[in-house]
């Protein structure tokens, strides 16, 4: 099946580490986005990376960092930085058609 | 990018028509509309996408007038199920320069028994 997949779904963090939220996607896509998503609230664009090798950052992006060195997959880690990094952390990609894939999110909290 | 504007909020009752409009005043020529679907702790799902005049696929349709400057959404019909929340995005085709894509706060539609 072709589609976006997130690791882990639920992940707990001590407050000062640093976490990797994954992000794979087997659709062939160039283009691939963070969101952050707080309870009742819409998507909040953190990074986006539209090939590999290259990324800007979104409206969000303090306390974040990203890496795409492979077409299929582009990692966010949340660094301790990041003062309130408790959220739902939601991966896409897009192809040519212009819709966006997402993935089913990592749940994030901070202990 | 172009900022778009929806309702926070609508209520509705199962068998009804739901039409959520969307404001993107700022639209630029070469700007798609596009909506989503949205349940609790799930991505987004995509619904339909259009650039003028009407779209209609298996679950909704889209209507933009001329001047591009609002767009609205219609679910005909609509059941519990549908109960969600509707985004509105604008912007351009993935291969022109810019591609940063922006969710506003998104319509939460309640269908109602």
């Known amino acids: 099946d072709g589609g976006i997949t997130q690791s882990p779904k639920y992940l707990f963090r001590k407050e000062g580490q640093n976490v990797t939220l994954s992000c794979e996607q087997n659709?062939?896509?160039?283009?691939m986005y963070w969101y952050r998503q707080d309870p009742g609230q819409g998507l909040r664009l953190i990074y986006y990376?539209?090939?590999?090798?290259?990324?800007q950052k979104g409206d969000i992006a303090e306390g974040y960092s990203v890496s795409r060195e492979k077409k299929e997959s582009f990692p966010l880690t949340v660094t301790s930085a990041q003062k309130n990094p408790t959220a739902f952390y939601l991966c896409a990609s897009i192809g040519d058609s212009n819709e966006q894939f997402f993935g089913p999110g990592t749940r994030l909290t901070v202990l | 990018l172009a900022k778009t504007t929806q309702p926070v909020s609508m209520d509705s009752y199962e068998g009804q028509e739901v039409n959520i409009t969307c404001s993107h005043n700022n639209i630029a020529t070469n700007d798609y509309i596009t909506w989503y679907q949205q349940f609790p702790s799930q991505g987004p799902r995509f619904i339909i996408q259009g650039y003028k005049t009407k779209v209609t696929n298996e679950v909704a349709s889209l209507f933009i007038p001329a001047d591009r400057k609002s767009s609205t959404l219609s679910l005909p019909r609509v059941s519990l199920s549908d109960t969600a929340v509707y985004y509105c995005l604008v912007g351009g085709k993935i291969k022109a320069a810019g591609n940063k894509l922006t969710f506003g706060g998104g319509t939460r539609v309640l269908v109602k028994p």
């Open positions: 659709l062939n896509h160039d283009a």
């Open positions: 990376s539209q090939i590999v090798n290259d990324f």
